[in-house]
């Protein structure tokens, strides 16, 4: 416990533009999975256990394509697409065969997909932790903002990530897509009445979803080690992210991604050994007094 | 009562058995066998209240188990406390921990209980690894657990404590028996059918979910503590998110509508487990292909299927017999 220290740092504005940034880029990369997380439940009423894994595949395979083409741009594109490629695939053969059945056969199934995952991971790019580095279009002089120092990284990654939810969400709000999506949510039988291939559109949405933890992998790849396994903790904290932003909220998950990046990056100064603590409480609360999350409709 | 009298018979027959292994002089790995299989199969029995009785689909048993190994394991390591206070102190704070994470749990729906309950299971992990001073981290409860004689039993010594350990598990599962068989197992059972009916009838569901998730974890606590007593130690993993998922698969192995599938499934699982890892050292591949191929092929676990056969197969029995019947009262209308 070193309060004093977090007063120390949010007294001087360098240190709270660092430690906004780096909680900025811990939240928008919860964001990406967690918008994901939200909107295949939202829609298709499962939760996907195996996000993380989907995750970790996105990051390794902007790794290789990285290797393959030394462009990032065009890896983490290639992962997102990979990525959500993979996701229809999961939905199609796996996930489809057990949306009628308990959730203890979905959670059956991802349980086998993120073993099966994590041990290709083994076998395809070994155990041992590998790092991409920062790719050279990004090997800029940091940017000086309030005595604050700002990787150019960073920016790109938070601007990204904003600039994927925007995309998102206008696309669920605005397109003619969107509207049989949210349909479908509410009352998938009726909208298959209606003539709509309402599987197809499944799918998609699961693709969608896929490809956003896909490109959340491709943008934490400069900035972390990719391991087996690192798809997990991740996935729990997006699950947080849900349950505080409630659960089918986009919006929500915007906001809850972020109370959980600024709760991660200055507990870290003020609690280091805490933290996770702080943000279970966050979210008992949460569920105590708003059971349907901040910005959650009651569910059915 | 002739139920209960014949199930602690059974129960006695089972101790029986399980003390007859080092009597007959079986060889220390299948004792070792025994022991593991003991331990993780009070995990899958108690988990099983909850997912085969009660519909809870909990995703975060293991928390429990590793709470009873690490209580235990700390409170021997201290010096202050006998076995059996440290066991009762281990049950307590087991039983404690559940009653938070249970009153915050049980209300939710199906799916956010399935993800909270690993939520909760995670942030105790993570103490364990974070806490190095008072836990060892990622190394576990190292130096071993003193085990001072009590009573006379010295649990130091193999055989004795293979004893201890099976007659606390044949009691542990004669008390889960007692639970499912009592008006309060049968209250979880309707809860797990139909909530509103139960809620309709003026039982308290909330209460009654909350008291099973205590129960029910104070029986993975004393799978904790045999695992702890056993190998001397208690480690992270014991409390990771992977210990649950296998506790969920050995319930699918062995069936969660017979009331001992679990323990069938965990021997199953161990057996898997032993076989594959003298193959490959992918042993998550090959458990991952398994599950699948229960899941999406049969639909439900190999024993439960059987069971479904063979009540099929009475009551088409028990249909004929009422036909044959009502054939011959309708012969001598007739006539």
Known sequence: MDLDALLRCVGTTSCVVTQLTSGMIIGMLLFLIASGVTLIFGVLNVINFAHGSLYMIGAYAAWTFYQLTGSYFVSALGAAVAVGMLGVLFERVLMSKVYGSNVLMQLLVCYAVVLISDDLIKIIWGPVPLSMGMPPEFRLPPIRFMGGVIPPFYLFMILAAMAIGLLLWLVIVRTRFGSVVRAAAINGPMVSALGIRVNLYYAAVFGIGSALAGAAGALAAPVRSLTPGMGFSILIESFIVTVIGGMGSIVGAFVASIIIGLTRSFGSIGFPLFVDGVMFLIMALVLIFKPSGLFGRPHR | ?335
């Open chain 2, 1 to 335: 009562m002739a139920g209960r009298w014949r199930d602690l018979g059974l129960a006695a027959l089972g101790l029986l058995v399980l003390l007859l292994v080092p009597v007959v002089g079986a060889p220390p790995a299948i004792r070792d066998f025994i022991m593991f299989g003991m331990a993780y199969g009070l995990l899958a029995m108690s988990l099983n209240l909850l997912i085969g009785y009660t519909g809870l689909v909990s995703f975060g048993h293991a928390m429990f188990f590793a709470a009873g190994a690490y209580a235990f394991g700390l409170a021997m390591q201290s010096g202050k406390f006998s076995i059996p206070g440290a066991f009762v102190l281990a049950m307590a704070f087991t039983a404690t921990m559940a009653l938070i994470v249970g009153a915050i749990c049980v209300r939710l729906n199906e799916i956010y209980f399935a993800f909270l309950t690993l939520a909760f299971q995670m942030l105790f992990y993570n103490i364990i690894l974070g806490w190095v001073s008072f836990t060892g981290g990622d190394q576990g409860l190292m130096g071993g657990i003193p085990r001072p004689k009590f009573l006379g039993i010295d649990l130091a010594d193999r055989t004795q404590l293979y004893i201890f350990c099976s007659v606390a598990f044949v009691v542990c599962i004669a008390i889960l028996r007692q639970v499912v068989t009592s008006p309060f197992g049968y209250t979880l059972r309707m809860i797990r059918d139909n909530q509103e009916r139960a809620a309709f009838l003026g039982i308290n569901v909330t209460m009654v979910k909350l008291a099973c998730f205590v129960i029910s974890a104070c029986i993975a606590g004393v799978g904790g503590i045999l695992l702890t007593l056993f190998v001397s130690g208690a480690y992270p993993n014991f409390g990771f998110w992977t210990t649950s998922g296998e506790a969920i698969f050995m319930i699918l192995l062995g069936g969660s509508n017979v009331f001992l599938g679990p323990l069938v499934g965990t021997v199953i699982l161990r057996l898997l487990n032993d076989i594959t890892v003298s193959y490959t050292s992918h042993t998550e591949l090959v458990l991952g292909i398994v599950i699948l191929v229960l899941v999406l092929g049969l639909r439900k676990g190999p024993l439960d299927l059987l069971a479904d056969r063979w009540e099929n197969r009475r009551q088409a029995k028990a249909q004929a017999v009422r036909d044959a019947a009502d054939k011959d009262a309708q012969a001598g209308r007739d006539a």
